[in-house]
């Protein structure tokens, strides 16, 4: 068996006897052929054989013939593999921030390319509430066509004959709300101090409740008067029990009636005065009892000229003592009256003032 110098102070190895056949020994690796003469070549093991493990030489080259150059250039490489690598990952790394980058960037544009969007719906809303505006005008002018078309209501022309029968005729005018009827009889005065028939018709429900219920009244009587010192002037009192405002009295109206011309005669009731008192007899319900050679005494207006009706006979033409804007007017029955009830009316003139008052008294 041949030995080899290990370093190992000439001390020499025995072989293991528990080493199988087959193992190469010491002797394999110190087996060197003579100069010139190349060795022969071994035959390729079949089985894997184990690596052995070399210890390094004297100096630290190992027994292979490595040097240390070659061991530094396998570390140059894998260390130029290590930097290769982290490269690789470094650049990964970029790669996903761009691409986080461009995916901010695609949702930025999409949040605008949204708000865009919702700003475009919000201005077509506001189109559209103006085209609301537009259909309410068009409305409004509607109904301003319709208001202008609305027809006129007439007047009805009448013809009464005498002063009792424009009396009757206008108070049953009023009775059946026929307006137009009751404004034809009228004179053309009192028709403008109406207001004319639309300021007429809006005095209907209180004529109705006054002059209006004398049409159903009972126990009527109906007294004309022809005043002699006035061109074709008359009054017309009517008494009896009648029903106004849902209370029944025994009371009188009366009104100034004027024959236009030759032609019809007129009621004037819109041309009243003032009436400051009536004295004597006094308004009552019943009727007060009056002397039946008593003294008729009022108040009115100073200047105006001033008669006394009783019933049906002719006109008494009253005396006047002024006080201040007043005067007293007073007349006297030249006969007695008969038992009963009458009635009295002062009918005076001023100026373009024509005033009734009368009142139902009861002689005694």
Known sequence: MTHRDDGSNGEHDEADPAEGAGTPGDADFGAVPPPGVPPEPEPWPTEQMPIPVVAAGPGGTPPDGRSNATNWLLGGVLAALIVIIGVLLL???GDD????????????????TAEETTTTVAETTTTVE??????????????ETTT?????????????????????????GI???????????????????????DGFEGLMTELQEGFGAWANAQNTSVYTTVVPQLDRQSVVAIVGDVTQEGTETTSAASLPVRGEGNGPFLVMPFLRGDLVEFVAPEE???????????????????????????????PIVAASAPAGDTARVTAQLADPLDPGLHVVTVFYVDQSIYHTDSVVFSSG
């Open 284 to 314: 009552a319900d019943p009727p007060a009892t009056f002397a039946a050679n008593g003294t008729f005494e009022g108040v009115v207006p100073v200047a105006a000229a001033t008669w006394f009706l009783v019933d049906d006979q002719e």
């Open 97 to 112: 921030s761009a691409i986080d980058a461009t995916t901010s960037t695609i949702a930025e544009d999409t949040t605008t």
């Open 148 to 172: 202008t078309t609305e027809p006129a209501t007439t007047t009805t022309v009448v013809t009464a004959s005498s002063a009792e029968a424009a009396f009757l005729g206008w108070i049953n």
């Open 130 to 143: 103006d085209t609301t505006t537009t259909v309410e005008e068009t409305t409004t002018t509607s109904e």
């Open 175 to 197: 009775a059946a709300g026929d307006s137009a009827t009751a404004f034809g009889f009228m004179t053309p005065e009192s028709q403008d101090a109406a207001g004319g028939l």
């Open 91 to 93: 650049t990964r790394g």
